[in-house]
């Protein structure tokens, strides 16, 4: 059973930064593409990034331009995302992702999710 938890979502102005933490637990779960999704209000729910098994690199929505950093630590179970100079369009819930398909940048019926931590940013 995967299981799936996010944090460290908050309120911050624009140009602050967040960083989310999801932990992850399940068997062979290292082997899974793991990634973060947000839904806007009123919007769909969007790929932001997503790390694959293996990989030495994340892989970013192109509205990220440059400012989001995702890494895992396969050690300690652990998915973060680093969010630096965040702006009023980023204000979202944000969801940790598992994914075992081939294209972690769609979401699927057979995705697990976390609960979701909210991100607000103002000015």
């Known amino acids: 059973q995967v299981q799936l938890h996010e944090s460290g979502g908050g309120l911050v102005q624009t140009g602050g930064s967040l960083r989310l933490s999801c932990v992850t637990s399940?068997?062979?779960?290292?082997?899974?593409?793991l990634g973060w999704f947000r839904q806007r209000p009123g919007q769909e729910r969007e790929f932001v990034a997503h790390?694959?098994?293996?990989?030495?690199?994340?892989w970013y929505a192109n509205f990220v331009k440059g400012r989001f950093t995702i890494s895992r630590d396969d050690t300690k179970n652990m998915l973060y995302l680093q969010m630096d100079n965040l702006e009023p369009e980023d204000t979202a819930v944000y969801y940790c992702?598992?994914?075992?398909?081939?294209?972690?940048?769609?979401?699927?019926?057979?995705?697990?999710w976390g609960q979701g931590t909210q991100v607000t940013v103002t000015g």
């Open positions: 790390m694959p098994w293996g990989a030495d690199r994340g």
């Open positions: 399940g068997r062979f779960i290292v082997r899974y593409s």
């Open positions: 992702n598992a994914d075992r398909t081939t294209d972690a940048r769609t979401a699927g019926p057979s995705d697990y």
